[in-house]
Structure formats: structure tokens, C-alpha cells
């Protein structure tokens, strides 16, 4: 299977199994213009399709409050059907229980130690 | 070269013989960075090499130590800034920092963000709540007062009506104009209260302190009282024990709150004794007076004690048809003692009478 890749000023993103991969990079803090960037390019890769999302925060640097917000819109649940966090390290159980407690999604959401137990839960995800 | 014990030196310093202390030490030296192999063959320099692993450590050890607390100090200044309720700082997340330092960072800054997002909210949301309540309070006392005068004329009216009807010889039709006067008077008296409490809250009313001399307005308030007291079928008695009778208050005021609560004790006694009395009280190194009325009426039940100050609020609902009023002269009345610098408790046994004491500052309110 092809595996395109985009790579944004904040995130890598590519699409396996039909699974959108998005690892977020320690370049900078997430503004809403790199929110709006990184969703523009899941859209492009999933061409339409409601995929669900795996995400890896472990190097980020943060994102500003309008990027979360942006993030779990209402309408972002046409985009993704549902979305497994990594949270094997301190950043990613912060943003976890961050989106758990605070900013919930508007699509499932699940928090995992393992890539491998996200993905088999996100294969039941596919729609 | 030989040492005082005849022991011949090797050019091999592994080979020699060592004094048990040294060989101790560098046993010592060579546990820190371990080289069992290196020990056997040459235990001065694997005591060697293991010092220098040792102080390179150290080294590397300390310019952690520095690095994390440049930015654990990062961290602290905005903990202090927040515990300042300074939201806005932002704390810096680098490369290079440690990932538990950075998510500390990530955090702490996500915390100001909420919390400073929520605050604002906050403060909006009182300030409007605030203004509406300002404008509901300014609205009330407009509109009493564009009520009371078509009231005020009504009420002109009727006894004019009243009067003409007495002259025609009309008087058995004057059953219905006086109906319309008492309703119109309890509307007027309603509006008169609402308007009272409108300005209160809306902060519009003025206290005008004077020295005045309390014997004299207890007594004015008696001889005013008299006749409904009469009419009630009870008995007003006053005792005034007053060392310093002049105090410094809103003489309109107070006499507005007397009359209430003197008011209330009479509407709720028939055939009973109501005692109106004043004595000097001192707290605190300050001067009050003390001036409390008891009845002996039907008393207010324990759990309704506080809430008879709300506006709006009676012991009985029944009690409008039955008693009259509108429930809020006591809530007029505490905000008055209030404004007076002053406080107004209740004391109370069912079926036996109650105690309304007004406590007020002898030299006026506290400047706010
Ligand atoms: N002396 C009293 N004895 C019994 N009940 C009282 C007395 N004074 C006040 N109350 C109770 O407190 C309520 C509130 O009093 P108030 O605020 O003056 O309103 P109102 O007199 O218009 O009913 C009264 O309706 C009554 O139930
Ligand atoms: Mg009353």
C-alpha cells in the first residue's frame, strides 16, 4: 500500500490501514494557523473519508488555546470517527487527561501506553 | 630503590606489594566505576580511570543540576505569577530541557490559559449580572414612581366621589367607593415599599445624619401608633433608659424601620402587650444603643427566622389575605439598619411573642 506523507511546520502525517498517523514535532508551539494547517492536510490525505486517528504528543511543545479548541470543534467529528492518544510519556498524559478533563472531543477518545493496543482498538473504529 | 623493609620495588606496579591501606582505597576508587579485569592486572590505573569516570560524572552531574534549576526557576516565576493571578505569563519549553520539566511547562501554560479564559469570563458575567441588576433596580424606581401618581389621583378622586355621594344623600353606595380606597391605599403601600427597596438596592438612597435625640422620637412614634394599637385591643408600653439619648442617625430612616417593626408586632398580637424600649449598649470600646420591641403575639417559627429579612418573604403565604403587607418592610428594614451602621436581629417563641432588636452606633455609621 502507498504510504504518503505530509509534513506540516508542527506534525508528520500519513495514513496506514486506514488509520491517519499524526506525530507532532518538537518545532514549535501549536498556533491556530498550524490547527487549521495540520487538519487541512489529514483532510487531503483521507480525501473525505471519516477516519479514526492515532496521536503521538510526546515531543510536543504545547499548543495555544484556540489551536486545542480547534482541535474539538463540533465539526471535527465528520473528519475523525475516533482518536487514540499515546500517553507513554509525561507530555502525552498531560494533553490525555487534558482532553479527557478538559476539552473533550466530539469523537470517541482513548488513551493508550501502546501504539499496538491503540491500533487494534482503532481498527474497531474504522467506519 | 628499596624501601625500609628490605622489599624489592618491580618496575610492574601491579606486582607490587601494597600497603594494605592504599590497596584498600584504590579498592575504594575502582568500586565507583567497577573493572574487576583492569583491577587484577593494574589496580592503581583502574583506580585511575575510575576516578576519572567518577569526575567526569560529577561533572555532567552538576551541569544537570544548574540546567534543571535554571528551569525548574522558569517554572517557579510563572507558579508565581499565577499565584499572583497573573495568568498571562507564559512558561518557556525547550529542547533541551528534561520531558517532565517540559510537560510541567506545557502544563503550567495550558492552567494559565484556562484560568485566565475563565476569570475574564467570570468577571464578564458579574459585571453583567450586575448591571442588569443595577438596571432592574433603576427601572423598579422609575416606574414605582410613574405608578404612584395616576395612584395617588385615583385615591383623590374617590373621596371626592365620596364626598359627593355623602352630599346626595347617596351613603349606601359609599361601601364600594371605600373599597376602592383601601385597595387603592394597599397598592399604593405596595408600590411605596417596592420603590423603598428599589432605591436601596440601586444604591439611591441618601443617609442624612443628624444628632437627633431618641426620647423624643420614641415618643412620637408612640403617640403616632396609638390609635391602631388601640384598634388591635393592645397595650404599647415604652421604657427608655437612656445615659446618652442623643445619637447621630437618619432620623426618617429609623423611624421608618420602628414603624415597621412596630407595625409588624401589632398585626401579629391582638389583645397583648407590646413594649417598645431603648437602653445604651457598649462593644468593642463603641457606643450603641439598643431599641427593641417585644410582643406577645403569635411568634415566628425557629426555622423561619432569617428568611422573614428576604424580600418578599412572610412566615404564613396565607398571611397576605389574612394579615395584609407585602413582606418587605423587614427586608427594607435591615437594609436601612444597614445603611444606619447598624444591625437588625429577631428573637422569637411560637405563640408567644417575639423581640425585633435594632442596635445602632451612638456616633453614626463607619465611613465605607
Ligand atoms: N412581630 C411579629 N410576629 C410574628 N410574625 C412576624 C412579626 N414580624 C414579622 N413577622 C413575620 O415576618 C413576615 C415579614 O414581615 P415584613 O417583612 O414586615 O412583611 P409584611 O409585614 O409585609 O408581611 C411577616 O409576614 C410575618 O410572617
Ligand atoms: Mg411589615
Given at each position: 500500500m502507498e504510504l504518503r506523507e505530509i509534513v506540516t511546520r508542527t506534525e508528520r502525517i500519513w495514513i496506514a490501514d486506514g488509520i491517519v498517523h499524526c506525530v507532532v514535532l518538537p518545532t514549535a508551539t501549536h498556533t491556530l494557523d498550524d490547527a487549521h494547517e495540520n487538519s487541512r492536510a489529514v483532510d487531503e490525505?483521507?480525501?473525505?473519508?471519516?477516519?479514526?486517528?492515532?496521536?503521538?504528543?510526546?515531543?510536543?511543545?504545547?499548543?495555544?488555546?484556540?489551536?486545542?479548541?480547534?482541535?474539538?470543534?463540533?465539526?471535527a467529528a465528520d473528519r475523525v470517527s475516533a482518536l487514540a492518544m499515546l500517553i507513554d510519556s509525561q507530555v502525552g498524559r498531560m494533553f490525555g487527561s487534558f482532553y479527557t478533563n478538559v476539552h473533550r472531543p466530539p469523537f470517541p477518545l482513548r488513551l493508550f501506553n501502546s501504539e499496538g493496543d491503540a491500533l487494534v482498538w482503532l481498527k474497531e473504529q474504522v467506519v | 630503590m628499596t624501601d625500609s623493609s628490605g622489599h624489592r620495588p618491580g618496575p610492574d606496579p601491579a606486582a607490587d606489594p601494597l600497603d594494605p591501606r592504599i590497596a584498600a582505597l584504590l579498592r575504594a576508587a575502582v568500586a565507583l566505576a567497577p573493572d574487576a579485569a583492569a583491577y587484577a592486572s593494574d589496580p592503581r590505573a583502574a583506580a585511575e580511570?575510575?576516578?576519572?569516570?567518577?569526575?567526569?560524572?560529577?561533572?555532567?552531574?552538576?551541569?544537570?543540576?544548574?540546567?534543571?534549576?535554571?528551569?525548574?526557576?522558569?517554572?517557579?516565576?510563572?507558579?508565581?505569577?499565577?499565584?499572583?493571578?497573573?495568568?498571562?505569563?507564559?512558561?518557556?519549553?525547550?529542547?533541551?530541557?528534561?520531558?517532565?520539566?517540559?510537560?510541567?511547562?506545557?502544563?503550567?501554560?495550558?492552567?494559565?490559559?484556562?484560568?485566565?479564559?475563565?476569570?475574564?469570563?467570570?468577571?464578564?458575567?458579574?459585571?453583567?449580572?450586575?448591571?442588569?441588576?443595577?438596571?432592574?433596580?433603576?427601572?423598579?424606581?422609575?416606574?414605582?414612581?410613574?405608578?404612584?401618581?395616576?395612584?395617588?389621583?385615583?385615591i383623590g378622586y374617590?373621596?371626592?366621589?365620596?364626598?359627593?355621594?355623602?352630599?346626595?344623600?347617596?351613603?349606601?353606595?359609599?361601601?364600594d367607593v371605600d373599597r376602592l380606597q383601601i385597595a387603592s391605599r394597599h397598592l399604593l403601600n405596595l408600590?411605596?415599599?417596592?420603590?423603598?427597596?428599589?432605591?436601596?438596592?440601586?444604591?439611591?438612597?441618601?443617609?442624612?445624619l443628624e444628632l437627633v435625640d431618641?426620647?423624643?422620637?420614641?415618643?412620637?412614634?408612640?403617640?403616632?401608633?396609638?390609635?391602631?394599637?388601640?384598634?388591635?385591643?393592645?397595650?404599647?408600653?415604652?421604657?427608655?433608659?437612656?445615659?446618652?439619648?442623643?445619637?447621630?442617625?437618619?432620623?426618617?430612616r429609623l423611624q421608618q424601620i420602628l414603624l415597621n417593626i412596630l407595625g409588624n408586632a401589632n398585626k401579629f398580637t391582638v389583645g397583648g402587650d407590646i413594649t417598645l424600649s431603648a437602653r445604651d449598649h457598649d462593644e468593642h470600646g463603641r457606643a450603641f444603643v439598643d431599641i427593641t420591641v417585644t410582643d406577645t403575639g403569635i411568634g415566628i417559627p425557629a426555622d423561619k427566622l432569617e428568611s422573614i429579612f428576604d424580600a418578599f418573604t412572610q412566615v404564613d403565604d396565607t398571611s397576605t389575605r389574612r394579615f395584609g403587607g407585602t413582606g418587605l418592610g423587614l427586608a427594607i428594614s435591615r437594609r436601612l439598619c444597614d445603611l444606619l451602621g447598624g444591625t437588625i436581629v429577631v428573637t422569637s417563641e411560637l405563640r408567644r411573642g417575639s423581640t425585633f432588636r435594632v442596635r445602632l452606633p451612638v456616633d453614626g455609621p463607619q465611613p465605607r
Open positions: 490525505l483521507a480525501e473525505g473519508r471519516k477516519l479514526p486517528m492515532l496521536l503521538d504528543t510526546r515531543a510536543s511543545r504545547g499548543l495555544d488555546r484556540d489551536a486545542r479548541l480547534y482541535y474539538v470543534r463540533p465539526e | 580511570t575510575a576516578l576519572a569516570v567518577v569526575a567526569a560524572e560529577l561533572a555532567a552531574l552538576r551541569a544537570y543540576r544548574e540546567r534543571t534549576e535554571r528551569q525548574m526557576e522558569e517554572l517557579f516565576n510563572t507558579i508565581t505569577a499565577f499565584a499572583a493571578l497573573d495568568y498571562d505569563r507564559r512558561a518557556l519549553v525547550h529542547d533541551d530541557n528534561d520531558e517532565l520539566i517540559n510537560a510541567m511547562a506545557i502544563g503550567l501554560n495550558m492552567m494559565g490559559e484556562e484560568l485566565s479564559h475563565t476569570m475574564k469570563a467570570l468577571v464578564r458575567a458579574r459585571d453583567e449580572a450586575l448591571a442588569a441588576s443595577r438596571a432592574k433596580s433603576a427601572f423598579l424606581a422609575n416606574i414605582s414612581h410613574e405608578l404612584r401618581t395616576p395612584l395617588n389621583a385615583i374617590a373621596e371626592i366621589i365620596r364626598e359627593d355621594l355623602v352630599d346626595a344623600g347617596q351613603e349606601a353606595l359609599t361601601i408600590i411605596q415599599d417596592v420603590l423603598d427597596l428599589a432605591r436601596i438596592e440601586a444604591g439611591r438612597v441618601d443617609v442624612r431618641l426620647r423624643t422620637l420614641l415618643h412620637e412614634l408612640q403617640t403616632t401608633l396609638a390609635p391602631s394599637v388601640k384598634d388591635a385591643g393592645n397595650v404599647l408600653h415604652t421604657r427608655v433608659e437612656l445615659e446618652r439619648p442623643l445619637i447621630h442617625t437618619d432620623p426618617l
